[in-house]
């Protein structure tokens, strides 16, 4: 028989997180049960419209598209009342129960430590893929808090990066990288219809708090011979950068359409801000454009250190013009960027996380 394990990761589907992507892959090697985000901050009362919809949706859309079953908890995050917090463990103990005990609890988000009570023979995995006391919209000390006690119960710590790794004290820590997609980012696709023409610089994700807004702003400024085409909700991005004419922010896509946007960028951006939750980062879509074969101009931070071909850094807007000049001169060779992450794979990756729990390898036959 399988063994079992229990998931609390982010909302599934909302966005595809590397939770998601390695549960895709341990699904024949484990019988797998996915919990929704429980939440990083307190709800605040002009949260509880917000909260209300969620729930709504979720209760019809939980675990669509998901091969495992998916749980809406009804619970209130980060409870601080002993009385609530006993009612949440009470309500997702409910929800749980049709699914049996659990071999082990794989925990993505520090909130998840409230609810390891309700099966103490499991063991607990923390899988740690950002620096939380550091991460935008979190509330970082009751936060912080419940990671300490997630890393004094967890057997098992696996970090995304090495940052992480070394600022997380465990006995059993070892880093266990974000992997891609590789088949998908690198099957050549159709240049999609809504492309401008013309040397295309390119960026899909949050365009968040995290995003250097301004260094953009320079680069079409500085480049008006490139396209800066922005992929994803508004969010945060400015109206000044989004009223220069060759600045074209493109509507969310689903994940499974953006290797045919990125295999059309001539260069695929990281512009963030130099800060904690960077440092510590280790972005998905960086694989991501690497196996779509496109250089990467990025801001500094680590995890970028184990790539060399059409890789570049930038300190400010000046240093990344100089470095859009100079790739778009010299053309990189694709296939040697793309070779960089041929043994990255989701399931490279699953199979690690399996002999590190000395399980049998979690190849798909």
Request: overall charge positive; some cysteine; hydrophobic content about 40%.
């Amino acid at each position: 028989m399988k063994p079992s394990m229990l998931i609390f990761g982010e909302d599934w589907g909302r966005l595809p997180s590397s939770s998601q992507h390695l549960a895709l892959a341990l699904q024949k090697q484990f019988r797998l049960v996915w919990v929704n985000s429980i939440g990083l901050r307190q709800p605040r009362l002009t949260d509880l419209r917000r909260l209300l919809r969620k729930g709504l949706a979720q209760s019809h859309s939980a675990g669509e598209h998901a091969p495992f079953p998916v749980i809406a908890p009804k619970v209130w995050p980060l409870a601080q009342s002993r009385w609530l917090q006993r009612h949440n463990r009470q309500q997702l103990a409910r929800q749980l129960q049709p699914y049996g005990d659990f071999d082990y609890i794989w925990c993505a988000l520090p909130s998840a430590v409230d609810y390891l009570s309700l099966y103490p023979k499991a063991e607990v995995i923390y899988y740690c893929g950002d620096d939380f006391s550091a991460l935008a919209g979190v509330q970082h000390q009751p936060v912080v808090e419940c990671e300490q006690r997630l890393l004094a119960r967890c057997q098992h710590l696996f970090c995304a990066s090495e940052t992480l790794l070394h600022k997380l004290p465990h006995a059993n820590a070892s880093v266990l990288p974000h992997g891609v997609e590789l088949v998908k980012f690198s099957r050549p696709q159709p240049r999609p219809d809504d492309l401008p023409e013309g040397p295309i610089l390119g960026f899909y994700g949050s365009l968040a708090a995290w995003i250097d807004f301004e260094l953009l702003h320079q680069l079409a400024q500085q480049l008006p011979q490139c396209q800066l085409v922005l992929i994803g909700h508004r969010g945060e991005c400015p109206d000044k950068l989004l009223r220069l004419a060759n600045v074209h922010l493109l509507p969310f896509k689903p994940h499974q359409q953006l290797p045919a946007y990125v295999q059309h960028f001539d260069v695929a951006l990281l512009p963030f801000k130099r800060n904690a939750q960077i440092a510590a980062c280790n972005p998905l879509k960086l694989r991501e454009y690497l196996a779509a074969g496109v250089p990467v101009i990025s801001s500094p931070f680590a995890a970028l250190s184990q790539y060399r071909c059409g890789i570049a850094t930038g300190e400010g807007w000046q240093g990344f013009v100089t470095q859009i000049v100079q790739t778009l001169q010299t053309k990189p060779h694709r296939a040697g960027i793309r070779r960089q992450v041929a043994g990255e794979s989701w399931q490279h990756r699953a199979d690690s996380l399996c002999q590190r729990l000395q399980l049998p390898s979690c190849k798909l036959q």
